[in-house]
């Protein structure tokens, strides 16, 4: 794994062809930087353009202004250094859980002894070792996010973007993967894009959490946060409890509630 | 899907399984009778009503024999037995063939003619779904081939081919890779974008996107388009023997049918209805065993 390649975000606009001939404009000018390691959240009311901004950095589609360059090569294509965790888990039901997890290295050709290894240790990790020669929808919903991560972390990608990877799974779940992601993170030092419509995963998680308006697209807020450090050897409770934290949750939100429509609309 | 929080309060367990777990298999319904004994209850009253209606001489059994006189004539159709009764000469089943052998030669034309279609049909229906240039071009022939009842170019293929079994396999191959083709296009073209992304972003290349999972993603509806186009294929068969067609299970019905045999006619339409039946069953297990996911994920 490589980590020292930045994510500079230029200009970057899209506009869906929608045939109407206006199209829907999805995203405005975004102009970001992330540091190689760095841990960043961003927030925004549903339908504002984070899916589009991510989907524009994994090379899913080409944007309609602006580019995306990854240690300085413009993303023209998805590859294997973008991994991507999608909100509905993209698992293979004709392959078993370890074999989903083992694909990435055997597309690149890694040795079986040596693929296999790695993948257990990812499994061993989502704790999904007992389910490895399950199919993916013998297992729920939460054990197949698990297993989409494990894919992907597998796969030793130097950013991982996610797409609310977590927000269709219950409270208890959720704080729990909340948890493993972070020890993953601190443990792999590989850089993240973290898209969520909760204000408090954002703050829990980030070292850095942003703020997208309402459609069209564009960063209102953009802050550093400490809390998922490695230094800050806290457990989930105590860091919850801590003025600073509640503090930049009221930010957040705030910054939210202002950029959304009123109510009338 | 989410998760019931209540299965997971229950079990804090360290590295935590606090999903549900592995889904339970589904389970049949189990309220009312049962729909096997409700059948096989139907049958015997139909069979029942028939003998009844037989044996009380209410029509000519030329017209509708016994289900005893039937079942005489398929077990006569599968021997050796005398040509007439009280005569020496011996003659094997019908037409010289045993009623299975009949059925065989029936089977083993679909299969040429349904095997051909899926060699021809299935790649062709992938470089129509993925070269659009192929697909635009092509698929109006397809679609127009789809469209015409086999037997109204059987003709032109006796035409082309002579009246044996090279026709047949040409109909039955013209019968069976359209719908093939069109079930491999939409399969293709229903695999959700985001499955063949999620590959990409795993570094594979264009060949093996395709490999681990444009072909597995669509090879549920493949089969689908099997079992229409053999189902498709075995009526169109039957059909087509008419012309020429001993030894062939349509060709015995009709031959059976023309000198009024019609105990042995009988027997055959039930043996081409049973059939077709069975081939769909299996193929519907066959699909069961490769794609076991089909309708689950
Ligand atoms: N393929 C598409 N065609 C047209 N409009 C789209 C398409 N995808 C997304 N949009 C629109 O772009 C806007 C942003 O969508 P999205 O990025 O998915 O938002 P978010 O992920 O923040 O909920 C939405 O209004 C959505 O309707
Ligand atoms: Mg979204």
Same mark, same amino acid.
Request: aromatic content about 8%.
């Given at each position: 794994?490589?980590?020292?390649r ?5 200009g ?12 829907v ?5 975004i ?30 589609m ?5 580019e995306v ?7 023209t ?12 888990p ?20 890694v040795?079986?002894a ?5 993948a257990?240790?990812?499994l ?15 297992l ?26 977590f ?22 030092g ?33 802050e550093?946060?400490?809390?998922s450090?490695p ?6 409770d ?5 003025p ?5 949750v ?16 | ?16 399984e606090r999903?549900?777990?592995?889904r ?25 009503v ?17 289900? $005893?006189a !039937?079942?005489?004539?398929? =077990?006569?159709?599968? @021997?050796?037995? /005398? ?7 011996? #003659? ?6 045993y009623l299975?052998?009949?059925l065989?030669?029936?089977l ?13 049909g299935v790649?062709?229906?992938l470089?129509?779904?993925?070269v659009?240039?192929? $697909?635009? !071009?092509?698929e109006?022939? =397809?679609?127009?081939? @789809?469209?015409? /009842?086999?037997?109204?170019y059987?003709?032109?293929? #006796?035409?082309?081919?002579g ?6 396999y ?14 491999t296009?939409?399969?293709?073209r ?8 999620a590959?990409?972003?795993?570094g ?11 072909? /597995? ?9 099997i079992?229409?186009a053999t ?18 299970i ?10 009024l045999?019609?105990?042995i006619?009988?027997?055959c ?13 299996l193929?519907k297990l066959?699909?069961?065993t ?8």
């Amino acid at each position: 794994m490589r980590h020292d390649r930045d994510v500079r975000i230029d200009g970057l606009a899209h506009t869906f062809d929608t045939g109407d001939g206006e199209g829907v404009r999805a995203l405005d000018t975004i102009d970001l930087t992330i540091e190689p390691g760095q841990f960043v959240c961003l927030a925004g009311p549903s339908g504002c353009g984070k899916t589009t901004l991510l989907r524009l950095v994994a090379g899913f589609m080409e944007p309609s202004e602006g580019e995306v360059r990854v240690g300085g090569d413009l993303v023209t294509k998805p590859s294997a250094e973008r991994g991507v965790v999608f909100q509905q888990p993209m698992l293979y039901p004709w392959m078993t859980v370890r074999d989903n997890v083992e694909l990435g290295p055997k597309l690149r050709g890694v040795k079986a002894a040596d693929r296999r290894e790695t993948a257990q240790r990812f499994l061993d990790m989502v704790g999904l070792s007992d389910f490895a020669e399950r199919r993916p929808y013998e297992l729920s919903g939460g054990m197949q996010q698990r297993c989409q991560i494990a894919r992907v972390l597998t796969n030793e990608p130097d950013i991982i973007l996610m797409d609310e990877p977590f927000g269709a799974l219950d409270a208890l779940t959720r704080e729990r993967l909340q948890d493993e992601l972070l020890e993953i993170w601190r443990a792999t030092g590989s850089t993240v894009l973290f898209i969520t419509h909760s204000v408090d995963e954002a703050v829990f998680l980030g070292t850095r959490v942003m703020v997208m308006s309402p459609r069209p697209g564009r960063i209102v807020l953009d802050e550093r946060a400490v809390f998922s450090t490695p230094e800050k050897n806290l457990d989930a409770d105590e860091i919850r409890a801590l003025p600073a934290y509640a503090e930049l949750v009221d930010r957040v939100r705030h910054a939210i509630h202002q950029t959304e429509p009123s109510p009338s609309r | 899907m989410t998760d019931t929080s209540a299965a997971q309060v229950s079990a804090p367990a360290a590295h935590a399984e606090r999903d549900p777990g592995p889904r339970p298999p589904r389970r049949k319904s189990s309220s009312g009778p049962n729909p096997w004994l409700v059948r096989a209850l139907v049958l015997v009253g139909t069979i029942a009503v028939w003998w009844l209606v037989a044996s009380l001489g209410l029509v000519n059994p030329v017209y509708l024999p016994s289900p $005893g006189a !039937v079942w005489d004539a398929f =077990v006569q159709a599968n @021997r050796t037995h /005398p040509i007439a009764p009280g005569v020496d000469r011996m #003659i094997r089943g019908e037409y010289n063939y045993y009623l299975w052998e009949h059925l065989l030669a029936s089977l083993q034309r679909i299969g040429i003619g349904v095997g051909a279609g899926i060699l021809v049909g299935v790649p062709l229906g992938l470089v129509m779904a993925t070269v659009r240039w192929v $697909g635009i !071009v092509v698929e109006p022939y =397809v679609n127009f081939l @789809r469209a015409l /009842p086999p037997l109204g170019y059987i003709g032109l293929l #006796i035409a082309w081919f002579g009246i044996g079994d090279v026709s047949k396999y040409w109909l039955l191959f013209l019968a069976a890779f359209p719908p093939i083709t069109l079930a491999t296009i939409g399969g293709v073209r229903g695999v959700r974008e985001d499955m063949v992304n999620a590959v990409y972003t795993l570094g594979a290349n264009r060949r093996q996107a395709l490999t681990t999972v444009m072909f /597995p993603a669509t090879l549920p509806q493949v089969i689908t388009g099997i079992r229409v186009a053999t189902g498709f294929a075995w009526t169109t068969v039957v059909a087509a023997e008419l012309n020429n067609g001993i030894p062939g299970i349509g060709g015995l019905a009709y031959q059976a049918g023309t000198e009024l045999k019609t105990p042995i006619t009988i027997a055959c339409i039930i043996v081409i209805g049973v059939t077709a039946l069975a081939l769909d069953a299996l193929i519907k297990l066959v699909e069961r065993t490769v794609a076991p996911w089909h309708g689950k994920a």
